[in-house]
């Protein structure tokens, strides 16, 4: 059975909502579980009507919930790898005569970069998952495109890095070795291998499970994330066909909603599917919210 649990699909799908009430199930089941949001706009606190942030935020004996913020990941990244870097940037410029601020400021720019902030966060997520504290993590991502780069970002960063192997042996003849201090080749590899356990972490741990609508154009993009996940080799682990409307009257409606409900079959025959009605009853409360999950994680095989 996984521990981490991926939540993912298409803008407005209703990620949030849905992973708060698998969240809450699994809590109320005496699950020890940690609701994390790594949407930079997150609403986890909007569902659960209290205030969340990036701390580790009690919401009750058994669920913790956390929006991790940009100014955590850079935080986190300058405490992780800023003296790697600072020895780096220490051989290449007169980085010693740097006063503090600007030291600090530079090491933050730096750790803005892209492929950086978003490897510190995975890197974050793996170190959670790792921790004994939980027993299931629920993951409510950012929409679709954002969390596909996420995932890619690992291989992409170690091609990038190995790509400058030369550049680093290079440097490392020529700036004087300093005993206690290790080489740029050195760090770079470490850095490397960090990526590849990464990757290979939430291939081998991650269950992706995809939001999506009876709709045509939520359809295509659901297709196109699911098929990417699988490109990537990714345990896509069930699906979730949210907003349905029951008792519609209008025909033409009726008749899109059904031929997307089929789509969404035929792409998830192999998987398992929750369906859930378009319903203020469904979200509206966390009580009712707690419902609605326990249906997810019974029909989903989550818990
Ligand atoms: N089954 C449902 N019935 C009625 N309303 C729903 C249902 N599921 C979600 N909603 C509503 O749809 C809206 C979007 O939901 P949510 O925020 O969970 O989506 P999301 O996929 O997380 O969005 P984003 O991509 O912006 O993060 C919210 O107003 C939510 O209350
Ligand atoms: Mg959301």
Not at 104 to 121: C, D, G, K, V
């Amino acid at each position: 059975m996984a521990k981490l649990f991926l939540i993912c699909g298409k803008g407005g799908v209703g990620k949030t909502t849905n992973a708060s009430a698998v969240a809450l199930a699994l809590a109320s089941k005496g699950e020890k579980t940690l609701l994390l949001s790594t949407d930079f706009t997150p609403a986890i606190g909007d569902v659960m009507e209290t205030d969340i942030g990036s701390e580790f935020t009690k919401i009750n004996d058994y669920l913790t919930a956390m929006e991790i913020d940009r100014k955590t990941i850079t935080e986190r990244w300058i405490s992780k790898f800023g003296p790697d870097f600072h020895q780096i940037l220490s051989r290449l410029v007169d980085i010693e005569n740097l006063d503090r601020e600007s030291e600090n400021s530079l090491l933050e720019y730096i750790s803005s970069a892209p492929s950086l902030r978003e490897e510190t966060m995975l890197d974050f997520i793996v170190e959670l998952s790792e921790n004994e504290n939980y027993d299931k993590i629920i993951w409510d991502s950012a929409p679709a495109g954002e969390t596909l780069n996420l995932l890619n970002m690992p291989s992409l960063l170690k091609k990038h890095l190995k790509s400058g192997t030369k550049i680093y042996d290079s440097l490392d003849k020529l700036t004087k070795f300093r005993s206690g201090r290790k080489s740029i080749s050195k760090i770079i590899d470490e850095w490397a291998e960090l990526s590849d356990y990464i990757s290979r972490y939430i291939k081998e741990n991650a269950a992706f499970i995809i939001v999506t609508n009876p709709e045509r154009v939520v359809y295509s993009r659901t297709k196109d994330i699911y098929h990417t996940l699988i490109d990537y080799r990714m345990n896509v682990h069930g699906c979730i066909i949210n907003k349905i409307f029951r008792n519609i009257s209008d025909k033409t409606f009726k008749k899109q909603q059904d031929k997307a409900l089929k789509d969404l079959y035929n792409l998830f025959h192999k998987l398992p599917v929750a369906e859930l009605e378009h319903s203020i009853h469904n979200v509206n409360t966390r009580q009712n919210l707690e419902k609605t999950g326990q249906k997810l994680i019974k029909k989903l095989q989550i818990s």
